[in-house]
C-alpha cells in the first residue's frame, strides 16, 4: 500500500503525467471516448505511447482516472460550500455555478459513455462518488427545511427523485435536441429544480 501511494505521488508530480490528464479530459468532454483514440491523446499532449502506457493500460482508465479526481474536488468544494458561513441563496447560487463549471463543453457522446455504455464501468464510479455528494446534499436540505428557507411540506425524497431523474433526462436525444448542449440541459433542471418556473436573475 505504502508503496502504491508513492507511486500515485511520483505520477502526480511528472509534466506527462498531468499533461495526458488535461489533454484527455478536454477530448473526451468534447467528443467521448469513442471518437478519441490513443494516438490522438498522446499526439495532443506531445507525449509517446510508450510513456502513455507507463501510466494507463488503456484510454478507460485514463477515463476513469480523470473523473475519479474531477468528483473527489467536486465532492470536497461541495462540502467545504455547505459548511461556510454563506446564506441558503449564496449557497444555492455557488452550487449552479459549480454545475455549470463542471458540465462546460460536456458532449453527448461523453455523457453516453458514462450513464448508457455500462460495460466500461465508468457509472458504477460516479455511482459511488455521487453517493457521498448525495449524503451532502441531503443534509443540507435538512437543515433549510428546518431553517425555514425551503417549504417544509415537501418530502427529501421527492427532492432526491427529481434529482435521479435529471441525470436520465440528460441523455435523453429528443430532448437534448432542444439544446446546443448537454450541460445546458443539465442547468435547465438544475433551475427548474431550485427556483421552478419564477424568473430569476442570471448568473454572472
Given at each position: 500500500m505504502e508503496s502504491n501511494f508513492w507511486i500515485m505521488n511520483e505520477f502526480l508530480a511528472n509534466k506527462k503525467y498531468q499533461a495526458l490528464l488535461l489533454t484527455a479530459k478536454d477530448?473526451?468532454?468534447?467528443?467521448?471516448?469513442?471518437?478519441?483514440s490513443i494516438e490522438e491523446i498522446c499526439k495532443e499532449a506531445s507525449v509517446s505511447k510508450m510513456?502513455?502506457?507507463?501510466?494507463?493500460?488503456?484510454k478507460i482508465e485514463l477515463a476513469r482516472t480523470i473523473l475519479n479526481n474531477i468528483m473527489k474536488e467536486s465532492t470536497r468544494q461541495f462540502s467545504d460550500l455547505i459548511a461556510s458561513s454563506c446564506t441558503f441563496e449564496e449557497k444555492?447560487?455557488?452550487?449552479?455555478?459549480?454545475?455549470?463549471?463542471?458540465?462546460?463543453?460536456?458532449?453527448?457522446?461523453?455523457?453516453?459513455?458514462i450513464y448508457?455504455?455500462?460495460?466500461?464501468?465508468l457509472q458504477k464510479d460516479m455511482t459511488q462518488h455521487s453517493a457521498k455528494s448525495m449524503q451532502i446534499f441531503i443534509k443540507f436540505l435538512e437543515d433549510a427545511k428546518k431553517d425555514g428557507f425551503i417549504r417544509k411540506e415537501i418530502k427529501i425524497?421527492?427532492?432526491i427523485h427529481q434529482l435521479e431523474l435529471?441525470?436520465?433526462?440528460?441523455?435523453?436525444?429528443?430532448?437534448?435536441?432542444?439544446?446546443?448542449?448537454?450541460g445546458e440541459l443539465i442547468m435547465e433542471g438544475m433551475n427548474f429544480l431550485f427556483y421552478g418556473l419564477m424568473p430569476k436573475n442570471e448568473l454572472e
Open positions: 477530448l473526451f468532454w468534447k467528443y467521448g471516448l469513442k471518437r478519441v510513456t502513455f502506457y507507463k501510466f494507463f493500460p488503456n444555492v447560487h455557488q452550487m449552479m455555478l459549480m454545475k455549470l463549471q463542471g458540465t462546460k463543453d460536456l458532449s453527448t457522446e461523453f455523457l453516453n459513455d448508457v455504455d455500462k460495460a466500461n464501468g425524497e421527492f427532492v435529471m441525470t436520465k433526462t440528460a441523455v435523453e436525444e429528443k430532448l437534448l435536441s432542444l439544446y446546443d448542449s448537454p
